[in-house]
């Protein structure tokens, strides 16, 4: 049960657009459409942006995209703004025996 | 407002056994599948169980298989871990999470967590 890769850290000044991706194998990521995305900001719980691959829940910023080629997903956030600091993390269904697993974590810094 | 408060962390010794607790309100317990996912201190999230609605089904991160064990009372509005043998590497703040309305695989509410430390 590996996490999904994940790069430790990205970054980018306000009003730029980022993209953090996410890579599994065939048995996670490539199987299905089963990934989400979650923003963790310094000292809160997890919050869901991306679920399905590429949908956004009622209230998450049009700002939040995600899109999955092969066995590498990837979020992008545009017009990055200073509240988006934070930690985000990818997940994926993993078939009936390891389930779900999450990526390793992206720090992104906004500079 | 939906809520999850969890309780029952604290220090353990290796080996040692833990129950944690999570009190659900603000919406229909019984309808949504419940997690466990947990996070080590400065480390990132791991998936660690799960059950769904009635409490019959579940799943476990191969890394506390046989160790622990998820259950809920849906009368009671309650979700617990119960925790044997465990180990340094099991250290982390515990989360109690509602499996989404959106689809099962995904969580949409989180409580606020309970630290577990295990050391000696």
């Known amino acids: 049960q590996s996490a999904l890769t994940q790069p430790a850290s990205v970054s980018g000044s306000p009003g730029q657009s980022i993209t953090i991706s996410c890579t599994g194998t065939?048995?996670?990521?490539?199987?299905?459409?089963?990934v989400a995305w979650y923003q963790q900001l310094p000292g809160k719980v997890p919050k869901l942006m991306i679920y399905?691959?590429?949908k956004r829940p009622s209230g998450v910023s049009n700002r939040f995209s995600g899109s999955k080629s092969g066995n590498t997903a990837s979020l992008t956030i545009s017009g990055l703004q200073p509240e988006d600091e934070g930690d985000y993390y990818c997940?994926?269904?993993?078939?009936?025996?390891?389930?779900?697993?999450f990526g390793g974590g992206t720090k992104l810094t906004v500079l | 407002e939906v809520q999850l408060l969890e309780s029952g962390g604290g220090l353990v010794q290796p080996g040692g056994s833990l129950r944690l607790s999570c009190a659900a309100s603000?919406?229909?317990?019984?309808?949504?599948?419940m997690h466990w996912v947990r996070q080590g201190p400065g480390k990132g999230l791991v998936w660690v169980a799960r059950?769904?609605?009635?409490?019959?089904?579940?799943n476990y991160a191969d890394s506390v298989k046989g160790r622990f064990t998820i259950s809920r009372d849906n009368a009671k509005n309650t979700l617990s871990l119960q925790m044997n043998s465990l180990r340094v590497d099991d250290t982390a703040v515990y989360y109690c999470?509602?499996?989404?309305?959106?689809?099962?695989?995904?969580?949409?509410?989180w409580g606020q967590g309970t630290l577990v430390t295990v050391s000696s």
């Open positions: 999470v509602r499996g989404s309305d959106l689809g099962t695989y995904y969580f949409d509410y």
């Open positions: 603000g919406f229909t317990f019984s309808r949504n599948w």
């Open positions: 059950v769904n609605s009635d409490g019959i089904s579940t």
């Open positions: 065939s048995s996670d990521v490539g199987r299905n459409s089963l």
């Open positions: 399905e691959v590429s």
């Open positions: 997940s994926s269904y993993a078939g009936p025996y390891t389930y779900l697993i």
